[in-house]
């Protein structure tokens, strides 16, 4: 029975390694002299053109798990296209259910790798950051048979 709990440990912690290396495709920046992190990625990883899709940005105060909800009117949101200069502002929105997490939709139309500038309040703090974005893929590699 001891080595049947050992095992489960084991793969407990196997699948909480797996969970985490799914956020890494999340970018982070610390703002307000380190007191908040502002962490974004997309909704739906990995990333493909012509699908619905849509930003995931987390904000919350360094060293703690719990996100800030209530921001949503403070913040500000640009895509920037791999060509580095076409970009489009889009209106935030809390993601429901998950209070502290804030979205936009989109449906990304060329493959590369897209940054997001996310800039506003947070309480006190003003901020504006500009982070790279997870690679986009076309979507037809997905396709079988090819066509």
């Given at each position: 029975m001891k080595h049947f709990f050992q095992g489960a440990r084991i793969i407990a912690a196997m699948l909480l390694g797996?969970?985490?290396?799914?956020?890494?495709?999340?970018?982070?920046?610390?703002?307000g002299d380190g007191r908040y992190l502002v962490i974004v990625g997309f909704v739906n990883e990995?990333?493909?053109?012509?699908?619905?899709?849509?930003?995931?940005?987390?904000?919350?105060?360094?060293?703690?798990?719990?996100?800030?909800?209530?921001?949503?009117?403070?913040?500000?949101?640009?895509?920037?296209?791999?060509?580095?200069?076409?970009?489009?502002?889009?209106?935030?929105?809390?993601?429901?259910?998950?209070?502290?997490?804030?979205?936009f939709d989109v449906v990304l139309t060329e493959p590369g790798r897209y940054q997001v500038r996310v800039w506003g309040q947070i309480h006190d703090v003003n901020f504006d950051v500009t982070l790279p974005l997870d690679e986009v893929r076309l979507i037809s590699t997905l396709r079988f048979p090819s066509d």
């Open positions: 797996a969970s985490a290396s799914a956020a890494l495709a999340h970018e982070v920046e610390e703002v990995p990333i493909f053109t012509g699908e619905r899709n849509g930003l995931d940005l987390i904000i919350r105060p360094a060293g703690e798990r719990e996100a800030i909800a209530g921001l949503e009117d403070g913040l500000n949101a640009e895509l920037i296209a791999p060509d580095g200069e076409t970009r489009k502002a889009f209106s935030i929105r809390p993601q429901y259910p998950h209070p502290g997490r804030y979205t």
